[in-house]
């Protein structure tokens, strides 16, 4: 790929002025996370949980954070459609950089909201819900950054190709939801019925929660390994997937 990383550290550099901008996107994200983490957590205080030494709250504190990935990380794909309206996006597209530097740019900059958020949960999650030491928040930050990155590139694929924000909107409903669920993050994946175990082998967001309990709570369903090379795999795949979407959409204008 060829690529100029002046243009990306612009892009970069005009998302997060806009993201620490609208402080408002920083607590409405947080708001259904907490809502899990604090009712539901709580209100099944006898629930089991699979990693014994840990409560069911604690248990799926991991499951919670990616979901906090998962739902800021994918929503960025709205902001292609308000650059669409907003004829930014004609001229970034008639500017001298590849489709994959403007991808890229784009990507990291949507990344930054997911970090800010995961760094805000982990946090509140260490005062309240599970203690966790300085390595294992550094560790928990480093590991939603390829989170992160592969999911703001499906949402930013599905920007590309989307014309309007309500379709946008069914369709991140469509997928974000199942995604969370079929991940195993309020529930033991080695317990579960065949066809959740079978859908959630394909699902990034199963390695993701499965890595943070391998961070949070020294045990995973899958080998540490096995969740890293999922992971690689997914980001690979995803952005092959979303320079060739902004290819098209080159094309397009």
């Not at 539901?40 to 014994?52: C, D, L, N, Q």
């Not at 069911?56 to 954070?65: D, E, K, L, S």
Request: with cysteine; charged share 10%; glycine share 8%.
């Amino acid at each position: 790929m060829n690529m100029n990383l002046n243009a990306v550290y612009a892009l970069l550099l005009r998302e997060a002025k806009i993201f620490f901008r609208e402080k408002e996107r920083i607590v409405s994200i947080l708001i259904s996370p907490l809502l899990f983490l604090f009712v539901m957590g709580k209100g099944m205080a006898e629930g089991h949980s699979p990693v014994p030494g840990f409560t069911y709250q604690q248990y799926i504190f991991p499951g919670i954070m990616a979901m906090v990935i998962l739902f800021t990380s994918i929503t960025y794909g709205l902001y292609i459609i308000w650059d669409k309206r907003l004829d930014f996006l004609k001229e970034v597209l008639a500017a001298p950089i590849s489709r994959a530097t403007l991808f890229i740019g784009k990507s990291l900059g949507g990344m930054l909201g997911a970090i800010v958020e995961t760094l805000l949960l982990v946090v509140i999650g260490a005062l309240f819900i599970l203690p966790q030491g300085p390595l294992q928040v550094l560790l928990c930050v480093a590991a939603a950054f390829p989170v992160s990155y592969l999911i703001t590139n499906m949402g930013l694929t599905i920007g590309a190709r989307m014309k309007s924000m309500e379709g946008f909107g069914l369709v991140m409903s469509f997928l974000t939801w199942p995604m969370f669920f079929f991940s195993g993050a309020l529930f033991d994946l080695r317990t579960a019925a065949p066809y959740i175990k079978a859908v959630s082998y394909f699902n990034p967001v199963t390695y993701s929660v499965d890595l943070m309990r391998v961070i949070m709570l020294g045990e995973g369903v899958f080998p540490l390994w096995a969740d890293l090379a999922a992971i690689a795999s997914f980001c690979l795949a995803t952005t092959l997937l979303g320079v060739a979407a902004f290819g098209a959409l080159q094309q397009e204008k």
